[in-house]
């Protein structure tokens, strides 16, 4: 379907939503109060459209009225005073959602942003789970939480609740930790279908599709032929392959390929988690990677992707050594590191092979670009927001010598400056580009840093490549962060202003939202979001945060079993 026509089908079906969710007391000037409504607003509708000015009534969780509502009672009003009011943001990987669980003030991180619902998951995933895989649950309020299943998982989400929208996949990475554990070995044809049993289970629960996380252990062992059959039962459900590709610098248009091969087989689409073109030799393929991408939506495969504004991205510093030494394991490789030998061996492999996911050839083989954002407790504090050659001179000790002694610590998280502003701006301009953070829940008070993409991500499209750049419009910004990205996740009810629609929606000065966080000093929310609703409810209410627990977890479409 090529995109004109998409965005037909779209407004025939938000047409037929509202006109579902208006009664008589649903029109302007009907008998029934509105519970909220904001007056006075330029309204961005989330489409695409220019900009409208009127008012928005809401009753309870569903826009009722749009339009103007001069003169209609209501519980509440709040005057936008000529600011934008939009659709709730969709943070399309927003990681982890245990957290919001077992360190709640977490979500503000993403509620200043606007963000209203966030697509949980990449490799990982909160379920599938086992015995070794959650040795022991985690304690909330005093009670440890177990679970094997989404089903299981979600009954203590919500008993708990959460002030946030949650969409979650499941992830292939997590479905062979349960089955295969962590090394590099395949399935029998016996375990294959136990992991087709987890992936059913999941989507049986609520999942949308299935993700995957290919440049990490033990992922990366996955064949292209494993992860057509685990997602096929996805498909079966109208499920989506959402993916970390296998590679993203020079091997770049061969992992699309791979993933566009996976959703064809399977009977997918094709999402592409935060694209990019890593390592300066490699700048060049990002125009190649979305003209190939294009080519293949023309040809009716329904392919998108999405993108942080950041030219720095997130990685664990061990992922600076070729995916194959973990082959048997994290913990029995991270023992050799000990060896002085065996660290002259792999600095040789480092610096003098291309044929992987070097990322020490990503940053011009530069210590100095490679910032450390978070390390285990034992390990020195002082190195955290240092670069690797700032770490080695606190440490007292030579560059690769900081670099192994860091690797062998376990856990420690580095963000290398891999990728420039010109493949930014490219992918901003195609039209199937949404936005994400590829960041959990942050709270400052419990998380020593983080990427600043954390706090700042969506802010910044406006702050930046709105306002200060002028490579997207305002309308286009909002529409990549709302519908665009609602259609991917199949919610049909939301990422759009207008009546029978969810009440997810976002007040702001365009003029006023920026983000504050900053490499080396991340732990900054952004400013300027004034208003944000989730399902009715402000949970930011004139620049406050509430204590309201609004949120969902919003499951993949009720009844849509297997086809």
Known sequence: MNAGRGREVYGAM???LALMGCGRGDVPGGPEPFDVLIADARIVDGAGNPWVRGDIGLRGDRIAAVGDLDGHAAARTIDAADRVVTPGFFDMM????????????????????????YLS?????????SDVTQPEGPVVNGEEL????????FAHVERLGIPINVVHDVGLTQVRRVVLGEEDVQPTPEQLEEMKALVRQAMEDGAVGTSTSLIYPPAVYATTEELVELTRVAGEYGGTYFTHMRNESHSVLEAIREAIEIGVRAGTPVHIYHLKAAGQENWPLMAEALALIDSARVAGIDVTADIYPYIRNGIGLGSFLHPRHYADG????????????????????????????NWY?????????????????????????RSIAEAADILGTEEWDAFFDLVQAGGVSVNPQSMNEEQKRQALRAEFVMIDTDAS?????????AHPRAFGAFPRVIAKYVREDGILSLEDAVRRMTSLAARRLGLADRGLIAPGMAADLVLFDPDEVRDMARFGDAMRYAEGMDYVFVNGVPVIDDGALTEAQPGRLLRRETGAGPR
């Open 14 to 16: 938000v047409l037929g």
């Open 441 to 449: 829940p942050t709270n400052p008070a419990t998380t020593a840093s």
């Open 330 to 357: 994290t913990a029995p490789f991270l023992e050799t590191l000990a060896d002085p030998a065996v660290r002259a061996e792999l600095r040789r492999e480092v610096e003098t092979t291309s044929d992987w996911e």
């Open 361 to 385: 050839r990503h940053v011009g083989m530069d210590w100095d670009k490679v910032l450390i954002v978070s390390a285990p407790d034992d390990v020195d504090e002082r190195v955290i927001n």
């Open 146 to 153: 177990r679970w094997r299943t989404y089903a299981e998982y």
């Open 94 to 117: 927003g990681q982890s959602s245990v957290v919001l669980i077992t360190d709640p003030p977490s979500a503000e991180s993403k509620l200043r942003q606007g963000i209203t619902t």
């Open 121 to 129: 998951g990449e490799g990982g995933s909160a379920a599938p789970q």
